[in-house]
């Protein structure tokens, strides 16, 4: 989801490997364990302060209204 949220942008790495990960939170928690500075993740600025990563660009998605819904489904509510 999160490579074709910032399709426009990547378009301009088109040697790059891309791999989707679960969510931003694992792509960047992954990047600061492999502590190499070839590989980065696209997530958000809080993300980045807490696993200690640098930004090297803001704003990429493609479209300005990108937001995430989350739905809460129970039997028992």
């Not at 378009?11 to 492999?34: C, R």
């Not at 807490?50 to 819904?69: D, R």
Request: net charge neutral.
């Amino acid at each position: 989801m999160v490579i074709f949220q910032c399709r426009g942008f990547l378009k301009m790495y088109s040697n790059v490997k891309f791999l989707e990960p679960a969510g931003t939170v694992n792509a960047e928690e992954k990047v600061s364990q492999l502590k190499n500075k070839s590989v980065a993740a696209i997530g958000s600025q809080l993300e980045s302060e807490i696993y200690n990563l640098g930004i090297l660009e803001n704003s990429i998605a493609s479209e300005n209204i990108n937001f995430t819904q989350f739905f809460i489904i129970s039997k028992n509510m």
